[in-house]
């Protein structure tokens, strides 16, 4: 079963950056794709960003030249660099991972995957 841990969220003002963090254990596949998912309260949960074993990288467009998603495979850990934050990225952010390929336009949906983290807050203040 694979694990999934997140860490690296701040209360942080507007304009400012954090970097989240995901460690995946058992995560031995050797295809797999993963992303960072965030949800506000009374909000559904949508995707922000996604990387594959093929590194290839999508992104919401609210998101697009501010957060950056990169994957450290050797230390099996997902990484979310947010720049220029906003009010509106305040929520709670979580990783999700599964096993084998998928179309990059559908990398960002909640239904494609199984493996989900706890989550870790961001909230960021005006």
């Known amino acids: 079963q694979v694990q999934l841990v997140e860490s690296g969220g701040a209360s942080v003002q507007s304009g400012g950056s954090l970097r989240l963090s995901c460690a995946a254990s058992?995560?031995?596949?050797?295809?797999?794709?993963m992303a960072w998912f965030r949800q506000a309260p009374g909000k559904e949960r949508e995707g922000v960003a996604s990387?594959?074993?093929?590194?290839?990288?999508t992104y919401a467009d609210s998101v697009k030249g501010r957060f950056t998603i990169s994957l450290d495979a050797a230390k099996n850990t997902l990484y979310l660099q947010m720049n220029s934050l906003a009010p509106e990225d305040t929520a709670m952010y979580y990783c999700?991972?599964?096993?084998?390929?998928?179309?990059?336009?559908?990398?960002?949906?909640?239904?494609?995957?199984?493996?989900w983290g706890q989550g870790t807050q961001v909230t960021v203040s005006s």
């Open positions: 999700a991972a599964d096993q084998g390929s998928l179309g990059l336009n559908i990398r960002l949906a909640r239904w494609a995957y199984l493996y």
């Open positions: 058992r995560l031995t596949y050797s295809r797999y794709y």
């Open positions: 990387v594959g074993s093929d590194g290839r990288t």
